[in-house]
C-alpha cells in the first residue's frame, strides 16, 4: 500500500471532495488517550457507529486506550531466577528492555490490535494526550501490534469541537514526535532499572519492605533535611520596641538598621527614654513604583496556587483540572510546563474572554477587552513555549452549574491569572520616614494604590496578604521633613527566631522544580539550573507515592517525615539521595527530547550507575533501625511494627521485619495476618520433626528461616 501525499495533508477535506473516493475502503485508526476522549472525537469527525471499544464512521475508526496498555515487561520476562528477591541475583540489568500487554486491561488492547490488523486499515492518527507520556502511550502499543503503516499525529492544546477540527486538519507527520518518544521510553527504562534494582537491593540487605527511586528518594531527602534542620534549631528571644507618633507607628531601628534588640533592659531602656518625648522628622522618602502582572499558570504554577488558597494536594489539582480539560473543555492542556503564550494564540485571546460574559466573571472579562493592555513578551513568547502554551480558559463558555465546587473553585484560578495577566502594571506610591525621639531612631513605612491594574482582578485574599506596608495613611502622606510629632505611646515586644517551616506541598513542588539550588558544587549548580527533579506532570504523582509508602506524612497543610523514611534516606547511598544525580539525568533526557543526544550512550550510564549503587549497598554497613515512635512488638515475630494513619483513618500496624508481614487493623489482625497464620500451622502440620506446642510466634520463625535459607 503506498501512501497517498494529498491524502496526508487534508485528511479532512475527503468529507467534501470526492476525488479520494479511489480509497473508500481504506480507513483511518484513530487511537486516543481514554474512552471518554476518545467519544469526543468520534462525534466530531462523524463516526456514529458504536462498537465494543471503538466508534467507526466512513472514514475515520476511532479507538482508545485506557491509559497505558502495554507496559515495561516484569523481571521475570527476563529470567526466572529474577522471580524471587535475592541478592544473588542482584544487579537486573537486561540489555534489551521487554514490552508486555496489561493484563487487566488486555480486551482493550486485543480490540486495538484487531482493528489495526484489519485489511482496510491504512494509517493511525495518534491522538493520545499531546505529551510525553501520551506519545509512549501509543507508540509502545503500535510497536507490540506490529503496525508499520503510515503514523501521523494530532497535537492539540485543547479539547473544543474547533481544536479537534483544527487539528486533523494540521496533522503532523509522526515521524517529528520520535524523539519525544525515545526521551518517554529512555524514561521509562531508567525508572525501570533504577528503582527495580535499589528498591530489591535495599528491602533484601536489611530485610525490610523498601523502596527507592531516582526521583522519590532525592525528594524524599529534602524533608528528612528539612526535619533535620527543625530539629537542631535552637530558638532565641529578641525584643522590639515600636513608637506611636500621634497616629504614625514607627518601629526603632539600631545602628545595624535591624530592629532586634537581644538585652531586654536595654529595650526598656529605649522605651523610657522616648516616652513623653518629642519626635523630628529626619526624612521622608516617597517613590512611584509599579508591580507587574504575574506569569501565566503552566501546571506546577497551579498546582502551588492551589494549595495555598484551596489547600488542594498537587493530585487533586491534576485531577480537578483534567475533567475541566477533557469533560467541560473550558481550559486548555493541563501538564505543560510553559508559563508563556504563543503569537498565534493571541488574535483567540477576545474570543476567549467574550466565552465568560455569562459567567460570575463577565463584567471583569469586559474591561479587560475593553483595556485592550499591550501584550509584551512576559506574556507571548514563542521561544519560551515549546509543547503547549501555559495554562488559559478556551472559547467555550462555561457552564457554571455543571462544575462540582472544587472544579468551580480551580477555574476561577485559572480565569483570575487570564485576567490577570492581560491586565496593567499596578502603580503605587511607598512613603518611608525617619523620625529622631530621645536620640533613637523609628522607621515608618506606607504604601497607597495609585492605579490597582491587574491587582483589581486578583482574589480578594491576595490582596490583603501582599505588602506588608500599612495603608498609606493621611497623616503620613501630607508629612514634612522636620516636623515635630509628640510620642504618645510605647510598647516593648517580645519575639522569638523561628525555625524553618515544614514542607507544604506547594513549598516542596517549588524545591523539586529548584532542586540545583540545593546543588553544593557550583559549577554544577550552574549547569543544571534550569532542571528540578521530576516533571511538571509527575511530581504530584511522586508526592502521593512518598505518602503511600508511608515515608511521609501530612500533619494539617505540612508534610513530615515518617521514622521509617528519615531511617530509609539514613540507609541509602549519598549518591541516590543528592537531587544532583536525577537533575543531571533529567537534563540528558531532556536533551534527548530535542534530538542532541542519543538514547544509547544514557541507557549505557544508566546501567552503570545502578551497578555501583547496589554494589554500595551491598557492601554497606549500615544497619536499618527506624526509632518508631510508641513502637508496637509484632505478636508474631517479636519484631517492630510500625504505626501509621490509613486514609481512611484508621490505625494500621504493620510488622516491618519482611519476612513476617504480620500486620493490624484498629488492634485487629488483617484477612492477610489471618492468611499468614493458617499458612503457617499447614506448614507446620507438614513438618513433623517440630514440637507440637509450637506457638504462632514459634511458627513464624521457621517460616521466616526457611525463607532466609533460601535468600542466600
Ligand atoms: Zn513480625
Known sequence: MEPCARFFLKPMGERHNFSYTVRAMEKIIVLAEKPSVGREIARVLGCHRRQRGYCEGGRYIVTWAMGHLVELAEPAAYNPAYKRWSLSSLPMLPAEMKLQVIPRTKDQYDQISSLLKRPDAFSVVIATDAGREGELVARWILQTAGWKG???????????????????????????????????????????????????????RHDTPLSAGRVQTPTLAMIVEREEEIEKFTGSEYFTVKADFEGIRGSWKGADKSGKITDQSKAEEIARSAEGQTGKVLSVQREEKTEQPPLA?????????????????????????????????????????????????????????????????????????????????????????TDHHAIIPTEEPPRMGSLSADESALYELIVRRFLEVLSPSCRYQTVKLSIEAAGERFEASASEVKQPGWKQYSLRSALQDSGEAEELSSAIGSLKEGELRSVSSVEVKREYTRPPA?????????????????????????????????????????????????????????LKPTAKGRELIHTVPGELRSPELTARWEERLARIAQGDEEPKAFSRDIRRRTEELVSDIKASTAVFSPDYPDAVTCPACGGQMMRVQGKKDQVITVCQSLSCGYEEMNGKPTKKAKAMERRAVKQHAADRSSSDTATFADLIKASQERKQRKRR
Open 150 to 204: 503510515p503514523v501521523q499525529r494530532l497535537w492539540i492544546s485543547s479539547q473544543t469541537d474547533s481544536a479537534i477540527e483544527e487539528g486533523f486538519k494540521n496533522l503532523i507527520p509522526g515521524e517529528v514526535y520520535e524523539h519525544l518518544f525515545q526521551a518517554a521510553e529512555t524514561r521509562a527504562e531508567a525508572d525501570w532499572i533504577v528503582g527495580m534494582n535499589v528498591t530489591r537491593t535495599l528491602t533484601c
Open 502 to 558: 515544614r514542607y507544604t506541598e506547594a513549598t516542596l513542588l517549588s524545591a523539586m522544580e529548584h532542586a540545583g539550588r540545593f546543588i553544593e558544587d557550583a559549577r554544577l549548580k550552574r549547569s543544571i539550573a534550569g532542571s528540578g527533579i521530576g516533571t511538571p506532570a509527575t511530581r504530584a504523582d511522586i508526592i502521593e507515592k512518598l505518602l503511600a509508602k508511608y515515608y511521609i506524612e501530612r500533619e494539617g497543610r505540612y
Open 297 to 385: 499558570y503552566d501546571l506546577t504554577e497551579l498546582q502551588r496556587e492551589a494549595n495555598l488558597r484551596l489547600e488542594f494536594s498537587a493530585k487533586k489539582t491534576l485531577d480537578v483540572l483534567q475533567g475541566l480539560y477533557e469533560r467541560h473543555k473550558i481550559v486548555t492542556y493541563p501538564r505543560t510546563d510553559s508559563r508563556y503564550l504563543s503569537n498565534d494564540i493571541v488574535p483567540t485571546l477576545p474570543a476567549r474572554l467574550l466565552a465568560l460574559q455569562q459567567t460570575p466573571y463577565g463584567r471583569e472579562a469586559k474591561e479587560v477587552l475593553a483595556m485592550n493592555t499591550a501584550l509584551d513578551a512576559r506574556l507571548v513568547n514563542d521561544r519560551k513555549v
